[in-house]
């Protein structure tokens, strides 16, 4: 629901009151995973193409694996790993190409490493890396180049780095970092254009900043930050076009910010931003605008927004929000779009929402949404094209729901899932195209599944009811009722050679579009200098003597020469520039033939062969075959149009009688070629 409309306190610039709520936006619950008040608790939602999965609880099954496209009627228990009441607790799931990985318990073998396609039968533990109960304890789950990385234990490699490409035998560790049974424990996994950036403990050199190309001589420690056996703690680890930003403490000036390319000498601190020893403490790293933008202290200002581009010089105190040694704690921090947005507390408002074009100007509190000093503490923010959703509490919801708009003029609602100062206590917003999924609570249901749902396609379908939810289809057309709109079809490759949106193969086979050569290609999208058909290879119809042709031949019927006549267009059929010639081929040489235009496709046998062109016949000109070779117009010739008095959009068949060996057929004495079909353009 949506609460009645208020003044937003302080940001009567551009905002003044809560924007409405249209009934397709508003937040619903997907379904009541466990019926009545008791909580599915639903939770690790991941999308999954135009789907998300999650882990549920309910009485009958334990926790186990979930999918949905945001509607009851496509909610569903996808599989039972621990069947009956135990639970599998399935979690980390993890998108690789068309498969999800995760991690669950199956009873037997511990907490491994699993994966699904969607559906239950493609749904198996990839390897039981530590056989037994006691499970690898598999974590830290990443894509890098459609391979999975991840950390994982082994008895005799301890907890090491692994990876996998969804098949037993490519899971495989890729180094033993800490040789023999003693873990480096692998953490903080992130791909930078293709190269795994992670952190590792050695006992040379503590735990520092490692890279890996999945390969045992390719996994490397970056550099030794705090050189010996300390550790660095590299943490927070961003990708910044490239540029791997994180704090780090070299044992000499605390932890600061540091930058590195992925070598040794390319690794270095951006800036001692609390000289000295102390630590500035970077947190909350956000790629933004080509610069990270971070919470630092600098002993001065206390902890604010800061921002930097990878220079000393050019890493700067955004703001000081709340002036002086006080914090304003920015957390929280998500680019949306053009907006950095941002949880702050200038000491006069509480901690509110926050945005910052990069400007110390242009960094404002966006909304005092629990008017005073109060705060409503917004959290869980989140990007979903050009939209932010986050929870808040502004004192009379209770910790609901939110949405900005930052697309178009900007507009705050409150998402009221339950009315009233109680509030839902939404969790794990997940954007599943452009819609939001998360969890939130209620007396009647508990703590279960809800949407809102999106548009993505903006083409006024719901993505759960959308058939093709990435691409603007209106129409939801959908040939061959397959339940993947057209629109879907001809992106992933289907054929559209007429581009009228709907797939060849339905055109064709619906009656839309003519195909007379059977190639499964509309006759309009071939035709410009002529569409071969009326084949001599047993399909169009049989040849009179047993004399086919073959198919790859796309020719006639077979003459004496063993050879068939072949027929093809070439140029375009254009009265306004026309350069279409009639070309044959493999006909007896010497043999006078004579070209022939009809005004209908027909399909017959006709002498030794089949004939192709019916209706209103014209004779266009008898050529001389020479070397089996003839063509019209020739030397001195009037143009095809000429002879046959066609005339715009006029559809044409030609075809090439000849003179055979009588005895070769008895008792015809002449073949013919295939027949070419032809539109003949303005």
Known sequence: MLRSTRILGTRALALGALAAVSAAQAPYLVTDVQPGAASSNPGSFAAFGDRVLFAADTVANGRELWISRGTAATTALMIDIQPGVQSSMPGQMTAVGTEVFFTADDGLSGFELWKTDGTAAGTAMVLDINPGFAGSTVNSLVEVGGTLFFAAFEPTTGFELWKSDGTAAGTTIVADILPGASSSSPSALIDVNGTLFFTAFS??????LWKSDGTAAGTVMVKDIFAGSGSSNAAGLTDVNGTVFFRASDGTNGRELWKSDGTAAGTVMVKDIRAGAADSSPSSLVAFNGSVFFAANDGVSGTELWKSDGTAAGTVLVRDIQTGLADSQPASLVAVGSVLCFRANDGAHGAELWTSDGSTAGTTMFADLRVGAGSSAPDMLTSVFGTLFFKADDGLSGPEPWKVSFVGPNAISVLDVVPGPIGSSPAQFTVVNASVFFSASTSAEGNEPWVVQGDADADGVLDSLDNCPHLANASQADCDLDGRGDACQIAAGAPDCN?????????????????????????????QNGVVFCLGDGNTGACPCGNTSPTAARAGCVNSTGQAGKLVGLGRASLAQETLGLVATGLPTGSPALFFQGDAAIASVFGDGLRCAGGVVVRLAVRPSVGGLTYFPGPGNPLISSVGQTNPGATRVYQVWYRDNAGFCTPAGFNVTNGVLVLWAP
């Open 203 to 208: 006992s040379a050199s503590g735990m520092e």
């Open 499 to 527: 581009n009228n949106g709907v797939p060849d193969a339905c055109d064709v086979a619906s009656g839309a579009s003519q195909d007379v050569n059977l190639d499964s290609i509309p006759d309009e999208c071939e035709i």
